[in-house]
């Protein structure tokens, strides 16, 4: 396996738009790295551009030393030795699962006897051994998914590409398929690119999440670095689902637009200044309910959702026209009541760096192995 690097990596579509704008990015040998982003963010544009499908407007994207793309021209996708899987298998209906499997080897004019050793071993690995002779039309969502895995694996390629990939299966199968798919990478120390539009995905799998936002890279670092330091309030909301409130630290703590003290100095993380302006991210964890007259309560408001969850339940109340969002163990108010809202902790991001991302304290580009 192999270490990727994109360096100033943009892209522009035919029309104008913008798919990527200078993404440096250093993904290890054997990590595996997952990219998240809200729709249209560049996900699968930096996916088929590693691929080699999209041709970079300015880049270099190096597979070891091997420059794939840069002054000189691309390396095709062909060549670029890389394995990718999609959300829809695209499985051939006519050709038995073997011959799935080994379309690579054909390709590269493999042996027929290497080629047959090969796609067993690879089946085996994907816990569909024996299989070879099966049409793929009497196989379940889930083995069809595992032929397109053994076909981008078979070849051995230098890295895996997965855009979606578990992402039309069910629940229960795709919990098992991400199981399966992380105890697998891990043995064999595949270095993984995994695109996917599910965030808890990507922080149970991944070595380290990238998270994109308007074709840029926002923030990149381990799904812990990631939680304690979300770096900015665009990360702390897309990744963790936190309320954003506008305001100005003071001496007292977060002080909103309405005047009231959200949260306390000693509560809130992210500035030293002794008053600034900017914005608080509040993680639903560090939410907690009160009586509405509760004299520690910051505020109180209407709960307009409360959704059962196993471990928390996820609650919406409607504070000062803000929906704060609040993780709840326990008893689960219901829907019209008024409740009191306290913040336990909160980290500030100052106005200068902008609520979308603006240019967040780099965290280590740490390779991280686990
Ligand atoms: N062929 C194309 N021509 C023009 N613009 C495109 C094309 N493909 C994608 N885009 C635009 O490029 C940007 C990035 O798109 P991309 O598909 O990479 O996002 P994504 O994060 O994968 O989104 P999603 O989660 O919805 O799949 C978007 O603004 C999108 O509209």
Redesign the pocket.
């Known amino acids: 396996m192999s270490a990727i690097t994109l360096t100033s990596v943009g892209l522009r579509?035919p029309?104008g738009?913008v798919?990527l704008a200078g993404v440096d990015l250093h993904i290890g040998d054997g990590e595996f790295v997952a990219l998240v982003?809200p729709?249209?963010?560049?996900?699968?544009?930096l996916l088929r551009t590693i691929a080699g499908f999209l041709t970079p407007t300015t880049a270099t994207i190096c597979i070891d030393d091997d420059i794939v793309a840069g002054d000189r021209g691309t390396v095709p996708p062909e060549k670029r030795r890389l394995g990718m899987v999609f959300q829809q298998h695209a499985i051939w209906p006519h050709r038995s699962v073997g011959r799935n499997v080994g379309y690579p080897l054909e390709v590269t004019r493999t042996p027929r006897r290497e080629r047959a050793t090969r796609v067993a071993a690879t089946l085996d690995l994907v816990g569909l051994g024996g299989y070879e002779n099966r049409d793929p039309a009497t196989l379940s969502g889930g083995q069809r998914q595992r032929v397109a895995l053994a076909r981008a694996l078979v070849a051995q390629p230098r890295a895996l590409l997965l855009d979606e990939a578990l992402s039309a299966l069910d629940e229960p199968l795709r919990d098992r398929l991400r199981l399966e798919l992380r105890a697998l990478t891990r043995a064999h120390g595949l270095t993984v690119v995994h695109?996917t539009?599910d965030r808890a995905e990507a922080l149970a799998l991944a070595d380290r999440v990238v998270v994109?936002g308007d074709?840029e890279l926002r923030r990149v670092g381990t799904p812990e670095e990631l939680l304690t330091t979300p770096g900015t309030p665009f990360v702390a909301e897309f990744l963790w689902s936190a309320t954003l409130l506008e305001g100005r630290l003071d001496a007292t703590g977060f002080v909103d637009t309405d005047g009231s003290v959200v949260a306390a100095r000693g509560a809130i993380t992210g500035s030293d200044a002794a008053e600034e302006a900017g914005t608080l991210a509040v993680l639903p964890a560090d939410v907690e309910l009160r009586a509405p007259d509760a004299p520690d309560a910051w505020t109180s408001g209407i709960v307009t959702s409360s959704l059962f969850g196993r471990d928390a339940s996820d609650v919406v109340i409607a504070c000062n026209g803000i929906g704060v969002r609040c993780a709840v163990r326990g008893p689960r108010p219901r829907v019209g009541d008024r409740v009191g809202v306290t913040v336990r902790r909160a980290s500030f991001h100052p106005q200068h760096r902008g609520v979308l991302g603006g240019s967040p304290a780099a965290l280590p580009d740490t390779v991280a192995t686990g």
Do not use: Q, R
Not at 39 to 45: D, I, N, Y
């Open positions: 579509y029309d738009t798919g982003g729709s249209g963010s560049g996900k699968t544009t695109v539009h994109l074709g």
